[in-house]
């Protein structure tokens, strides 16, 4: 087994002799269907939430990490015939951050939609005091309709 030091940081591990004898059909952060497909000799690539507290309780590996993080997982099972070697290289990448602000984003339209109704009414303020020669005249071509 090898892996990267960036693979090493997202999991929470000092070195790669920690993760020796790691068995990746049994972490149960890996999905059945992903499990069944790489099996099968197909690659297999999902988005899951990773539980670290799994990983403790089922002593997987030691990890500095704990709670949970979202990650990016593409399993590509190989085998190199000459030397009879088979095994699967596995690709991770943390996507956290972009799904904390994909929920706010999703929290946003909702508050949005909350407050302009479910069509999503465009509102906006007009001031008699300015003429639709006004440097920002796109915003009233644009919500004028």
């Not at 499990?35 to 197909?42: E, H």
């Not at 946003?108 to 440097?135: D, L, V």
């Amino acid at each position: 087994m090898d892996a990267n030091r960036e693979c090493l940081k997202i999991f929470g591990v000092k070195s790669l002799e920690d993760i020796k004898g790691f068995k990746l059909f049994e972490d149960p952060n890996l999905s059945e269907e992903s499990k069944s497909q790489v099996k099968n000799g197909k690659p297999y690539q999902y988005e899951t939430k990773f539980d670290f507290e799994l990983v403790k309780k089922h002593e997987l590996y030691p990890t500095t990490k704990s709670g949970q993080c979202f990650v990016n997982i593409l399993i590509t099972p190989f085998e190199i015939t000459e030397q009879n070697d088979k095994g699967y290289l596995v690709h991770v990448e943390d996507i956290t951050k972009r799904k904390e602000s994909e929920k706010k984003i999703q929290e946003s339209e909702e508050k949005y939609r909350a407050t302009h109704g479910k069509e999503g009414q465009n509102y906006f303020r007009y001031y008699s005091n300015y003429s639709k020669n006004y440097k920002h005249s796109w915003f009233w071509r644009r919500h004028s309709n």
